[in-house]
């Protein structure tokens, strides 16, 4: 298990509490102190001294991505999971993981479903996020839904240490390393998948990177997303891509992928104020347009950039009533 952490000294003993209590006893733990100026790392000292499982490093303080991928070239198994120092395990977390991985040596990575607590901090927003995650639990869920938000929550992670370590771990950037690396995963080809079971509560607070570092602000998973969206074979296709969402919102995210050259037929909007009008020397069309006759006989692509709540599930059921496929002739982009 990899262990990376940073000022955890309210939350990291319960954290070490629900690792020693899993019901698989074989496993080492690489904890990572990242420079505390706290009692973190007396406080994981102090249960390494009773348990040889756990292995204590204390390093400056160079940040979360330097150190978990300290953490798994000090490691010593072929799988690697992953945990925040303030986050729980399920008891059956790492033998439930272990198993799927070892009965599907064709997924690299396998997550599964969280909990984010404690309730009361948890906003309608983190719910939604939430409900949409953990809804995808198949590898082709997860591939086809891997531009809108990150698919699987990183503490709930395991994986193979060999690809892990191949693809050169976790990226340093402006940017979320954990989304980089599941969209890497993803553009070589390689599977990832989601277990059923809630195996992780995933603590949510003021403190939380994702709160309140700009690496994973909105801006840097947008600007991410293009930076792989721009090399998606799908979009490179010799079909005309045409981008579903023409709003000023839309619009600015869909940006960052048009700044790369990647060149679009058309905008889709259902606003009757819209159609019919050129934005950025477009034309902006009704989504019949999708089925007129020279369009069935070269489908489009299409990137749909609606974020509205519920919005991308209608319109996916309006594509699939097309007989336009998920992940062949469309993909929906956060």
């Known amino acids: 298990m990899l262990l990376p952490f940073y000022n955890c000294a309210t939350t990291i003993a319960a954290t070490l ?5 899993q019901t698989l006893s074989t496993w080492e733990l690489i904890a990572v102190d990242d420079g505390s100026s706290d009692r973190s790392a007396e406080i994981v000292a102090r249960f390494a001294a009773g348990d040889r499982r756990i292995r204590l490093f204390l390093r400056p303080h160079y940040g979360v991505t330097a150190s978990a991928n300290f953490a798994a070239e000090a490691a010593q198994s072929s799988l690697l999971a992953r ?3 303030d986050d729980l395990m399920h ?8 198993e799927f991985l070892r009965h599907h040596p064709d997924i690299v990575l396998v997550g599964s479903r969280v909990q984010l ?3 009361q901090r948890v906003g309608q927003g983190s719910h939604e996020y939430l409900r949409w995650q953990n809804s995808l639990l198949s590898s082709e869920e997860i591939a086809r839904n891997i531009y809108v938000e990150l698919p699987v929550a990183n503490p709930s992670t395991t994986f193979r240490r060999a690809i892990f370590l191949q693809l050169g771990g976790f990226r340093e950037g402006p940017f979320p390393e954990d989304y980089d ?3 890497r995963l993803c553009q070589q ?3 990832m998948a989601k277990l059923p079971q809630t195996l992780l509560f995933w603590r949510d607070s003021a ?4 709160h309140c570092d700009p690496r994973y602000s909105r801006a840097a998973f947008t600007a991410l997303r293009a930076h792989y969206l721009q090399h998606e074979p799908l979009i490179r296709q010799q079909r005309p891509l045409a981008i579903w969402g023409a709003g000023r919102k839309s619009r600015k995210r869909a940006a960052h992928l048009l700044s ?3 060149v679009h037929a058309v905008w889709i909007d259902i606003d009757p104020r819209k159609i019919g009008n050129l934005v950025d020397g477009k034309e902006v069309v009704a989504p019949t347009w999708l089925v007129m006759p020279q369009q069935i006989r070269q489908r489009p692509f299409i990137l749909i950039y609606v974020t509205n709540h519920g919005a991308k599930e209608e319109i996916s059921t309006q594509l699939e009533s097309w007989g336009y496929k998920a992940g062949h002739d469309y993909l929906a982009v956060g």
């Not at 509490?17 to 209590?21: G, Y």
């Not at 008891?91 to 272990?98: G, H, N, S």
């Not at 403190?207 to 994702?210: C, E, I, K, S, V």
């Open 189 to 191: 080809g390689l599977k």
């Open 207 to 210: 403190q939380r990177l994702t």
């Open 181 to 183: 690396f599941q969209l």
């Open 17 to 21: 509490r629900s690792i020693t209590a």
């Open 91 to 98: 008891p059956q977390r790492l033998a439930l993981q272990m």
């Open 117 to 119: 607590f404690p309730e």
């Open 83 to 85: 945990i925040d120092g």
């Open 260 to 262: 790369k050259g990647i």
